[in-house]
């Protein structure tokens, strides 16, 4: 009897443990913006571990209450040329570009100064023009916390 009592506590303390490591989850917010060119996009961010997201133009990527990047909405032709300045400053130092997860991208500096990114959404005439003042690494981890697409109609 005190042999079958030690197993159940010892399984029930086992289950206990295993049941911990399901607690990680990650929250999110989506605001959908409605744009004068007829689109309509949806900015996602991960909101786990203190993030924040203003729904406002231009929104505003915080964490515990201190801002870390501002986006703004620009058109497909705004990102071209922002895009076309960008590769013709000697100034700028283009740090990653790419596509991927219905976006192309790429990302700069000016320095140590300023880290944007900017933003083409596929299947859209809109972009997003994402700027940090602080940090590669902190306009990077924004970034990764951010997912931009067309809202379905």
Known sequence: MKKALLSLIFLTCLAALAL????????YVCYTYQLDNGDAVE???????????????????KKDGHVLSRG??????????????????????ILDSGKGDGIRYTFYAYGEAEFDHLILISGSETGILLA????QEEAQACFERLTFRPAQP
């Open 72 to 93: 703004a909405i620009i058109t497909a032709d705004e990102y071209d040329a922002y895009l076309q300045a960008v590769q013709a400053d000697p100034t700028a130092t």
């Open 20 to 27: 911990t490591g399901c607690a990680n989850f990650s929250t």
């Open 132 to 135: 940090n003042p602080n940090s």
């Open 43 to 61: 900015v996602e961010l991960d909101t786990t571990d203190g993030y924040t997201f203003s729904p406002d133009l231009p929104f505003f990527v």
